[in-house]
């Protein structure tokens, strides 16, 4: 199985992120570079019905890309969290899923007090779990 190593400090942030906008979805994206991921950018999500799905906000997303590419990273992580249903990809997941590179990381609060963070590949529709590990 494919590992996804991502900073516990990272891991605590989307979390908090997630736990924040509760009942809406957070979302963000994580830029890195060969060694791993190097910083993560919370956005806020604009989409009208924010507890269903999310959209990050373009301007946001805009300077969050622009700093990443600037630092001659990569968009290495694209994140959001699933306030009531598993840490699993769901069909508008896997509809916008258009960075193929990128790993896609879900934060569920099903049970907020034990948040669960799950990582994918999301490939021509075709998703493949990654395990976590915690650096």
């Not at 957070?26 to 919370?42: A, E, N, Q, T």
Request: charged share 30%; net charge negative; with cysteine.
């Amino acid at each position: 199985m494919e590992t996804f190593e991502i900073p516990e400090a990272m891991v605590a942030d989307m979390v908090a992120h997630a736990q924040a906008e509760y009942p809406s979805e957070c979302c963000g994206v994580i830029g890195g570079d060969g060694d791993g991921p190097r910083k993560l950018f919370r956005l806020r999500n604009v989409d009208p019905d924010p507890v269903m799905r999310y959209a990050a906000d373009p301007k946001e997303l805009k300077r969050a890309t622009d700093d990443i590419y600037d630092a001659d990273w990569e968009i290495v992580c694209i994140y959001h969290s699933h306030t009531h249903s598993p840490a699993f990809p769901s069909p508008t997941d896997v509809e916008r899923a258009l960075y193929p590179e990128a790993v896609y990381a879900l934060v569920t609060l099903q049970d907020r007090q034990n948040p669960e963070l799950r990582a994918f590949r999301i490939v021509e529709g075709t998703i493949t779990e990654l395990k976590v590990v915690r650096t």
